[in-house]
């Protein structure tokens, strides 16, 4: 048995584009079959026979364009969606901060949406209440843990979101481009929890934009392009790739 902790072998991952029934309902009943087969091909893949595999404690940048398929591939890790064909494995506890945001109540204050996030993430409540202190105090959010999260920016709830799994126990953890909220000392001090838990063992998948944070955090790097595996490999060979790939500033300006 291989001690990988993430597996991905030949996954594809498509949906369904619903687009306007043209010629209204009755065209489309009594079309049914050709309306029906229309549906079916009228697909987008997300991911297009993605293989790859990451090892006990250690970290994998995922890199690539927008639409190059970076949040399905934690949506399918973390099981928030199933593939469409090939096969998904995620051993351990995985923690998921894919989204701002996720999981919270707007009309509940800051401190109760730590409770409800603890909980959904399978500590008990009174686990997610030891840790309460550690968890408002690495927030920064002052005064404003106890107002409802419907009045918090989006660097606020990125604090917030950031800072319940920070004092959590992960096995896995699964990172889409939250780093980039709140000011620079914060996102220093998301960086330093990331590398405490790299120390600890624990595996992660840190999807980012930001090549710089990829270099520093992540011992891979997986560059997606249209749904497909570009690179696979040592993460500053592979993100130099990647920005040697992009058009120069002024060519982009140019274009435009």
Known sequence: MNDFVIQFEQV??????????????????????????????????????????V?????????????????????????VLAPTAGRVTARGRVLPLLELGAGFHPELAGRENIVL??????????????????IIEFSELGP???QPVRTYSTGMLGRLGFSVVANLDPEVLLVDEVLTVGDMAFQAKCMARMRQFQT????????????????????RAL?????????????????????ASQPAPAAAEAAQ
Not at 58 to 77: D, F, M, Q, R, Y
């Open 200 to 219: 600890q063992g624990v595996t992660m998948v840190f999807v980012s934009h930001d090549m710089h944070a990829v270099r520093t955090v992540c011992d």
């Open 223 to 243: 560059w997606l392009e249209r749904g497909r595996v570009r690179m696979i490999g040592d993460s500053a060979a592979v993100t130099a790739a990647y920005e």
């Open 12 to 53: 594809t991952k498509t949906y369904t584009l619903c687009s306007h029934v043209s010629g209204g309902i009755k065209t489309f009943l009594f079309h049914l079959p050709d309306a029906i087969r229309q549906l079916r091909n009228n697909r987008f893949t997300a991911l297009d026979s993605v293989s790859f595999a």
């Open 144 to 146: 404003f843990i106890d």
């Open 55 to 79: 090892a006990a404690g250690e970290s994998l940048g995922v890199i690539g364009p927008n639409g190059a398929g970076k949040s399905t591939t934690l949506a399918l890790i973390a099981k």
């Open 117 to 134: 996030n603890g909980v959904l993430m399978g500590l008990t409540r009174a686990e997610v209440l030891a840790r309460m202190d550690p």
